[in-house]
T-cell receptor
Framework: DSGVTQTPKHLITATGQRVTLRCSPRSGDLSVYWYQQSLDQGLQFLIHYYNGEERAKGNILERFSAQQFPDLHSELNLSSLELGDSALYFC?????????????FGPGTRLTVL | GENVEQHPSTLSVQEGDSAVIKCTYSDSASNYFPWYKQELGKRPQLIIDIRSNVGEKKDQRIAVTLNKTAKHFSLHITETQPEDSAVYFCAATGANNLFFGTGTRLTVIP
């Protein structure tokens, strides 16, 4: 157990809908990262927050948004869902934001868009 | 931004043999190179990492080498066991995040 929690574990929804994925980092970690992993694909970096502020953006679609709250948990919002958004979404946390910190991954949320 | 390439995409070895996975990166400013192991349906977990001021690091049956000049790093697993079967990802640091390779599916045949 990495200490990073994600809810829900599974989510099944329809095209056009909106969902919210939640992540709680390890105690003491200020950074949260979101990744998308499609079937048999690698980990695509979406976005990084540090202590409530956005630090880096990857290949995140405009339909997707995220935020980190004062208690450091983070939410990833996915809207106008398409079939291709079906994937495993991981969040990870680390102590700081600079390079060289180990990222600890949560168990992931499996999103299925029908 | 950083671009990380990983080879091979699949690798099958006999139990007891060695496995080598290679990655290249593009950003000479990258200075942290972790390797993650992901078992089926589970989260990626760090198995070893190396920083740019070190050329080689070893942890029991796992070792990683880094060639900064050539911008490549490799994962070496010796005396492979069936429980080593998983997908392995290399990564390199970007400005504020990690860039991952596309993964290598390692199968250890008993």
């Amino acid at each position: 157990d990495s200490g990073v929690t994600q809810t829900p574990k599974h989510l099944i929804t329809a095209t056009g809908q909106r969902v919210t994925l939640r992540c709680s980092p390890r105690s003491g970690d200020l950074s949260v990262y979101w990744y998308q992993q499609s079937l048999d694909q690698g980990l695509q970096f979406l976005i990084h927050y540090y202590n409530g502020e956005e630090r880096a953006k990857g290949n995140i679609l405009e339909r997707f948004s995220a935020q980190q709250f004062p208690d450091l948990h983070s939410e990833l919002n996915l809207s106008s869902l398409e079939l291709g958004d079906s994937a495993l979404y991981f969040c990870a946390s680390s102590v700081a934001s600079y390079q060289g910190n180990e990222q600890f991954f949560g168990p992931g949320t499996r999103l299925t868009v029908l | 931004g950083e671009n990380v390439e990983q080879h091979p995409s699949t690798l099958s070895v006999q139990e007891g043999d060695s496995a080598v996975i290679k990655c290249t990166y593009s950003d000479s400013a990258s200075n942290y190179f972790p390797w993650y192991k992901q078992e089926l349906g589970k989260r990626p977990q760090l198995i070893i990492d190396i920083r740019s001021n070190v050329g080689e690091k070893k942890d029991q049956r796992i070792a990683v080498t880094l060639n900064k000049t050539a911008k490549h790093f490799s994962l070496h697993i010796t005396e492979t066991q069936p429980e080593d079967s998983a997908v392995y990802f290399c990564a390199a640091t970007g400005a504020n995040n990690l860039f991952f390779g596309t993964g290598t599916r390692l199968t250890v045949i008993p």
